[in-house]
C-alpha cells in the first residue's frame, strides 16, 4: 500500500477489492486522500481467484436477482405485463467486468467511491459505490450488464426522485461543498 504509515498494516490485512474503507486515510473533515492499488491487481481474472471477492460479488448478484423478480412481479400484478421483464440478471463475470473496468469511479460524477458489504453502507454511505440501472426495473430495464452502471449511493438514491434539473443543481451543491470546484 502506498503512503501508509501505518507499519501493522499489510496487503492481507486489507478488503480485497479496489478502493476499500482501507485505502483511504482521512487528512481532515473534508478532504481524503487515496492510496491505490497495483495496476495488476485491478484485474478480472486476479480478483475473480479470490474467495472474498467472489462471495461479495455473488451476493451483489442475488440481490440484483431478487430486486428484479421483485419488480417484475409488480409490473405482472400491475397490469404492465407489455413491459414486464425476464429475470436475466449479469453473470458473475459480467460483474466482476463491470466493477473493475469502472476503475471505482462514479458513472455520473467521475468520483472514486468505495466498494463493501451492504452492511457498511452507514459507515461511509457518501463514497459507497453501488450498481445502478440505467433504464430503472420499473421502467422496463433489466439487469444485464448492458444496462448496469456504477454509481455513489448518494447519486442513485437522489436521481430516481428528482428532475434532471433537480439533480443536476444538486450535483452542484455537493460538488462546492466537498471542495471539488
Not at 440501472?133 to 430495464?141: Q, R
Not at 451543491?173 to 471539488?180: L, V
Request: aromatic letters at 12%.
Amino acid at each position: 500500500m502506498q503512503g501508509s504509515n501505518d507499519s501493522t498494516s499489510s496487503k492481507a490485512d486489507l478488503y480485497h477489492l479496489p478502493l476499500s474503507t482501507n485505502y483511504y486515510r482521512r487528512l481532515s473533515q473534508k478532504r481524503f486522500v487515496y492510496h491505490g492499488s497495483s495496476q495488476e491487481d485491478s484485474t478480472v481474472p486476479h480478483f475473480n481467484t479470490c474467495v472474498g471477492c467472489r462471495s461479495f460479488v455473488s451476493a451483489r448478484r442475488r440481490t440484483l436477482l431478487r430486486r428484479t423478480r421483485q419488480a417484475r412481479r409488480k409490473q405482472i400484478n400491475g397490469d404492465n405485463v407489455g413491459k414486464a421483464i425476464g429475470c436475466q440478471v449479469a453473470s458473475v463475470e459480467d460483474l466482476f467486468e463491470i466493477m473493475v473496468s469502472s476503475d471505482s469511479s462514479c458513472a455520473f460524477s467521475g468520483l472514486k467511491g468505495v466498494w463493501h458489504s451492504f452492511s457498511a453502507y452507514r459507515a461511509v454511505s457518501l463514497y459507497s459505490l453501488s450498481l445502478d440501472h440505467k433504464v430503472p426495473l420499473s421502467k422496463g430495464g433489466s439487469s444485464l450488464a448492458d444496462n448496469l452502471q456504477v454509481s455513489l449511493v448518494c447519486f442513485n438514491t437522489i436521481k430516481g426522485s428528482h428532475s434532471n434539473k433537480r439533480f443536476i443543481k444538486w450535483w452542484k451543491a455537493f460538488s462546492k461543498k466537498q471542495g471539488y470546484f
